[in-house]
């Protein structure tokens, strides 16, 4: 396993841990640890988020005469965590993250009112 492998596995464990703890268990510098997290942040390869309490997956599909990019962007807008464009029966599907299950319905409903959103169908995440 590479260092930066071996610094994600760390993070993984315990997202809160110091660089100097990492360091120490990894027999690196804390500098290094420090740099190649930068440098994983700065690629995309490494980020960081805030798990809230209600998430769910929903996918969603639209009118093929709207660019798919153009309602993704509206979807972010709303408060998404995350949009990818997929293949299959629908052609969008969205990470949703929110303090409550109302709040994550009410997200649902707004999505719903966006032109170009012909269905949604919501899969709420029971376990991560």
Do not use: C, H, W
Request: proline share 3%.
């Amino acid at each position: 396993m590479d260092l930066d492998q071996s610094i994600i596995a760390e993070l993984r464990k315990d997202p809160e841990i110091s660089y100097l703890a990492i360091s120490r268990r990894l027999k690196v510098s804390e500098g290094t640890v420090r740099n190649r997290i930068r440098k994983m942040k700065e690629t995309g390869r490494l980020r960081f988020s805030v798990q809230l309490a209600s998430s769910a997956f929903v996918e969603v599909s639209t009118n093929p005469r709207i660019p798919t990019s153009v309602i993704a962007k509206k979807i972010m807008a709303l408060g998404a965590e995350r949009t990818f464009e997929v293949a299959g029966r629908f052609s969008i599907g969205v990470l949703l993250s929110t303090e409550t299950m109302a709040d994550l319905n009410d997200l649902v409903e707004k999505i719903r009112s966006i032109q170009g959103v012909i269905q949604t169908e919501t899969f709420p995440i029971m376990k991560q």
